[in-house]
């Protein structure tokens, strides 16, 4: 998944590899995405985030997705 590195539990730290789950299997504490920031840096850049069509997808190098999104491409802009 691009610039995802893994899951990591925000309770007890705990890391898991890319897969569809959201809750530490140990504690219960809840999985997040970790990134790989210094990649997300060399990739995109807030001008071409913001030459980008106002919807959701115009963060798509934050989202925990792998390649092109399937669904919603006309997603609201909040």
Do not use: H
């Not at 897969?19 to 990739?43: H, M, N, R």
């Not at 115009?58 to 792998?66: A, Q, T, V």
Request: proline residues 5%.
């Amino acid at each position: 998944m691009g610039f995802i590195t893994g899951l990591q539990c925000r309770e007890c730290g705990r890391k898991y590899n890319i897969e569809p789950i959201y809750v530490c299997e140990f504690c219960f504490g809840p999985l997040e995405v970790v990134y790989d920031y210094q990649e997300i840096k060399k990739a995109v850049s807030r001008e071409t985030i913001e030459g980008r069509a106002e919807n959701l997808w115009r963060y798509k190098e934050l989202m925990p997705i792998e390649g092109e999104p399937q669904v919603g491409l006309n997603s609201g802009f909040t």
